[in-house]
Each structure stands twice: as C-alpha cells, then as structure tokens.
C-alpha cells in the first residue's frame, strides 16, 4: 500500500464515522421507542469534551474528564475532544474497510 492509499483510507473511514453517526441519530429520531431506536440512537463517548461530565469526587454518573480550559484574564480558551461512536458509524466504518479491502487490496 502506498501513501495515498493510507491517506484514502483513513479520510474515507474517517467520514464514514461521521455520516454513519449522523444518520443513525437522525433515523433513531423517527423511531419508536425500543430496542432499535436504543440501537441507532445509543453512543459511547469517548474524550475530554463538551458534554456534561462528573468529576472524580462526585461518583454518582459516569466519569467525564472537563475539557481544558485556560483563562487569561480577557481570553478564554477551551480544548478537548469528544468521539461519539453510535451502531451506525461503526457500520458504515466496515464497509468503508470491506470496500477497500474489494477495490485496493
């Protein structure tokens, strides 16, 4: 495998991630509640992000690390990243890698 390549690959899968994540959120949507909608709508959340966290002292929800935040008087920054992962991106993700494998390999 060459450069660019690797370089489709992870581009490729990469989008697959976020299309999947979106359309499973958004088919979830239109579903009645059960265990599909569970399915298509359920996420692991992983990273230091944006979402509501708990800290280490108060243990009664799951552990979320705060996003980075620095405070210099008038400017303040705050980082962190958060990757949702949903059944539906982990799908398409597959098929990016199955269709690769087809195609290139």
Do not use: C
Not at 36 to 48: N, R, S
Not at 57 to 72: F, K, M
Request: glycine letters at 8%.
């Amino acid at each position: 495998m060459n450069r660019r390549e690797i370089t489709f690959l992870l581009v490729a899968m990469i989008l697959a991630a976020i299309f999947g994540g979106v359309i499973g959120d958004v088919v979830g949507s239109f579903l009645p509640d059960g265990t599909i909608k569970t399915l298509f709508v359920k996420h692991l959340a992983i990273g230091i992000g944006s979402e509501p966290y708990v800290s280490v002292q108060d243990q009664t929800g799951p552990l979320r690390h705060a996003p980075l935040t620095i405070n210099v008087f008038s400017i303040t920054l705050t980082f962190g990243l958060l990757i949702k992962i949903n059944f539906v991106s982990v799908l398409f993700v597959l098929l990016v890698f199955v269709y690769f494998r087809w195609w290139f390999l």
